[in-house]
Nanobody, 123 residues
Framework: VQLVESGGGLVQAGGSLRLSCTVS????????VGWFRQAPGKQREFVSI????????YYRDSVKGRFTISRDNAENTVYLQMNSLKPEDTAVYYC?????????????????WGQGTLVTVSS
């Protein structure tokens, strides 16, 4: 399974970005796909998760109401729409997948990872 992210960049506080994650390889409907981020000097943390079956979504509290995760089954792509960005959202954002239906928030529970895309929010 391969995951390729795109869409990062530099944006001013209050701005928006949309990240994309295209999943290829031995994929199947049981996957859970998540977005994680890692800021300099900090641990990688869960941002948002979506289940391929049912499209159930989960968000960390600090992004609720600002970020929206969605999927395009036909394109095998997961999106993260990020609005009202804040400087504290600055991080490398990673897409990850696990071939099980149970949702986990811990990065250690994900088997496959993309290369990451940098999001920088200036104040």
């Amino acid at each position: 399974v391969q995951l390729v992210e795109s869409g990062g960049g530099l944006v001013q506080a209050g701005g928006s970005l949309r990240l994309s994650c295209t999943v290829s390889g031995r994929t199947h409907d049981r996957y859970v796909v998540g977005w994680f981020r890692q800021a300099p000097g900090k641990q990688r943390e869960f941002v948002s998760i979506i289940t391929w079956i049912g499209g159930n979504t989960y968000y960390r509290d600090s992004v609720k109401g600002r970020f929206t995760i969605s999927r395009d089954n036909a394109e095998n792509t997961v999106y993260l729409q990020m609005n009202s960005l804040k400087p504290e959202d600055t991080a490398v954002y990673y897409c990850a997948a696990r071939p099980f239906t149970v949702v986990h928030y811990s990065p250690g529970q994900y088997n496959y990872w993309g290369q990451g895309t940098l999001v920088t929010v200036s104040s």
